[in-house]
């Protein structure tokens, strides 16, 4: 029991399409760049939180192979606030051993945002508290297509391809949550969410808070999985 939210089961790994920055700003007659800054806040919060109630993977969409086609000065406020954040942020990540870690396509990245996620991950990569998966230039058919590629000639089958995927030791998602009230998956982990249960929230990221992820993880704790199986009483 979390206070009057009463979690039964945690998952192992959660994934969150964080949406609604814009339409936050928008709503107050703000510049969207102001929904990107204060969803930050938020994602730093909900990194917290996560990390406190005992979830092992937490994969943050932050920036999708899609989201380019977004005016330039968006983009770049996107990239530079992500930067910025694991500059300023790793002191905080290794004071609770979380491991960052990336899914997406580096090489499409500018060099200087690209470096600074591999030397966060480098920096980390021993810690044993929960991971953070940013999926940043992360594409769910970007990420099956290079799988492809590195498999090469090899034999095709579900492990083999499953093990050329970004991350192939993070176990698939449980739970998958999306703010903002939009139900649709904007081409996340569409491998790895074979058998993920959905939750849809729709306060918006910005105002997302640790009550909302506790509603949303104690969801997910009465949901019967079956992964396709027939469950007798
Ligand atoms: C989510 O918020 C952040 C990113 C996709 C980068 P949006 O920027 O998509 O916010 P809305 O959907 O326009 O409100
Ligand atoms: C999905 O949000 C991508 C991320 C959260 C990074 P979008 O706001 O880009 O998705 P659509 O365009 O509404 O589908
Ligand atoms: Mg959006």
């Not at 703000?30 to 109630?53: F, M, N, Q, Y």
């Not at 192979?65 to 905080?92: C, G, M, P, Q, Y």
């Not at 090489?107 to 940043?136: H, N, W």
């Not at 176990?171 to 139900?183: Q, S």
């Amino acid at each position: 029991m979390e206070g009057s939210i009463d979690i039964k089961r945690l998952p192992v790994h959660m994934g969150i399409i964080l949406d609604g920055n814009g339409r936050w700003a928008q709503r107050r007659g703000r510049p969207r760049t102001d929904g990107h800054l204060e969803g930050l806040k938020t994602a730093r919060k909900i990194v917290e939180a996560a990390s406190r109630l005992g979830l092992r993977y937490l994969t943050l969409y932050v920036f999708s192979t899609e989201n380019w086609k977004r005016a330039e000065s968006e983009v770049s406020f996107i990239l530079a606030l992500v930067k910025r954040h694991l500059v300023a942020e790793l002191d905080h990540y290794r004071k609770d051993r979380l491991r960052v870690r990336h899914a997406g396509d580096l090489a499409g990245l500018p060099a200087d945002i690209a470096s600074e996620i591999e030397r966060a991950c480098e920096e980390t990569k021993g810690f044993d508290g929960m991971q953070v998966v940013l999926a940043l230039n992360y594409g769910g058919r970007d990420e099956i297509v290079r799988a492809v590629r590195r498999l090469g000639d090899g034999l095709v089958s579900e492990a083999a391809l499953g093990a050329c995927l970004d991350n192939p030791d993070v176990p698939d998602p449980d739970l998958i949550v999306r703010t903002a009230g939009e139900f649709r998956t904007s081409n996340f982990l569409l491998w790895e969410a074979a058998y993920a249960e959905y939750y849809i929230s729709d306060a918006l990221w910005p105002d997302w808070t640790e009550d909302d992820l506790k509603k949303a993880i104690a969801a997910y704790g009465v949901r019967e999985r079956r992964f396709g199986a027939v469950h007798n009483e």
